[in-house]
């Protein structure tokens, strides 16, 4: 089993829909969790950290289910300028471990 | 406030030749990595550093060496470019652990012909 798993897409949505991303990880030990967005041809951009109790950010909810091994992630309302590749990264004591992301296009 | 700053952000070289790519940071960050990004592989870590003096391999090593020498820089080495190298790197940094987020530069696109 990979260590960091996503579906890679791409999701393809209209405008104004709800989209939901999971990743799953296999070492249960991992300590951090995080979400990062990474626009064609551009350096992955920290979108949000995930938290034991979940979070949110505007549009954007982040979960972390440890029982399962898996991160979510929400997106309400999707604008055009949400489409990007969406990565979840898992971290314990070494370095992170990115999955190869999800791809989304919000269609107008 | 330059973040993470990459150099040069482009480059072609021959195969055999060697270059050097350079990162800089002035955030402080203890921990500095040297990733290579190809379609469909994801990122893929190559070496990455927990401090001044000090690096460490990651998933794909073989021929790149680094140095560390100073805290905000960390450069990448290419000793023989072969075109398997031909990729995105991105070079990161973080706070204090790698349980820190990571900043990012914005890439350097290296074909190697």
């Known amino acids: 089993r990979k260590e960091v798993e996503q579906d890679p897409g791409p999701f393809n949505v209209p405008e104004g829909a709800t989209v939901a991303f999971n990743c799953t990880y296999s070492n249960s030990a991992s300590q951090s969790f995080f979400w990062y967005r990474q626009d064609c041809r551009k350096e992955p951009k920290l979108l949000m950290s995930v938290y034991s109790s979940g979070n949110e950010d505007g549009r954007f909810t982040a979960q972390l289910n440890r029982a399962s091994q898996y991160i979510s992630l929400l997106i309400r309302d999707s604008k055009l300028s949400d489409s990007a590749t969406y990565l979840c990264v898992v971290t314990q004591t070494v370095p992170l471990v990115f999955g190869k992301g999800t791809r989304l296009s919000v269609i107008a | 406030n330059a973040g993470v700053t990459q150099t040069p952000k482009f480059r072609v070289l021959k195969t055999g030749q060697s270059m050097t790519l350079l990162c800089a940071q002035d955030?402080?960050?203890?921990?500095m990595y040297w990733y290579r990004q190809d379609p469909g592989m994801g990122l893929r870590l190559i070496h990455y550093s927990v401090g001044e003096g000090t690096t460490a391999k990651g998933e794909v090593p073989d021929g790149y060496n680094v140095s560390r020498l100073k805290k905000q820089n960390f450069l990448l080495g290419l000793e023989s470019a072969a075109p398997s190298q031909t990729s995105v790197y991105f070079c990161?940094?973080?706070?204090?652990?790698?349980?820190?987020?990571?900043?990012f530069g914005d890439g350097t696109r290296l074909s190697i012909l």
């Open positions: 990161a940094s973080s706070y204090k652990n790698s349980n820190q987020p990571q900043h």
């Open positions: 955030m402080n960050h203890e921990y």
